[in-house]
């Protein structure tokens, strides 16, 4: 019985070493990756960035704001199929690092992740994250809201790189990555399908009258929000153009800028805002990003729109 208990005490010993061990190698990767994988942009912003202005949200901000045209201290994180919950916790780093911008913070939100369907992916988003999970008590504990056990998943130091373990090795080693060049921004240069995708991509699909009522958007607004009261950050909220958007995406916008009228948040809503000459098809990549030129001239209708008073 003795020497049982001591072969599985030594199993566990070695187990919860190579745990540890492989952890520490991993942290070590994790945190001098600066290139846009397994989120080295972000850690890229967190070891040497400091601005003014930040641009945060989804790829309609990464591909579509350009920070130079705000100014040279304007920065952009960004991140492709992100949504509100990503935004709040990456805030919530900033805050915790130091990093958080010195005036103000535009940041994209689709009305979309207002509706109660959204709320599965605002929670998942955060898992992201993970890495952050024994650093960062906010992210900690918006992923154990996931399910009462999931804290277990995080006994194991390893966990935390699950899902980037492999590029983290695999992507140096084949020289895939590029720096965060041009304050974050990344331009979409101009393809000769450009038309026909953007036509393509139009949502024609009919949906029930949309109710903005979930209570985890609004959850993760509101701490967004509190970090900017509390640090004196102007918070502007904006929702990206469409080509030509769905009669959803109207009706969710309409219903958010109600929702932020309560909250006393300036709303530049531009899927009905006047866009001028960006309607024309030829500025578009698809029906929601924009090409380079396009992104150009949105940047500087935003800026002007941000500097009225």
Known sequence: MKQTLWKIGIVLFLLIGVDRGLAWYFDKKYASNHFHYANGHLNYYLQKVHCDTLLLGSSRVLDGLVPKVFGPKTYSIAEASKHLGWCAAVLDLMQQFGRLPSHALIINIEPEDFLNESTIKLKSDIHYLKYYY???????????????????????????????????????????????????YRPISPTPQDSIRTLQDIDRAHYPKPVLNSSTAKHYFKHIKSICKKHHIELIVITAPFY?????????????????AKENTRYLNYIEKDIGELKQLRFWFDNHHFVDVGAQKFSVLVKNDVLLP
């Open 134 to 184: 024994n650093k960062n008590l906010f992210i900690q504990s918006e992923i154990n809201r996931s399910s009462p056990f999931e804290w277990v998943k995080y006994l194991s130091s390893l966990y935390r790189h699950n899902g980037n373990s492999l590029i983290l090795l695999t992507n140096p080693w084949q020289q895939i990555g590029r720096l965060p060049t041009l304050n974050g």
């Open 244 to 260: 030509k958007p769905s009669e959803r995406s109207v009706e969710c916008s309409q219903l958010m800028a109600k929702y932020l």
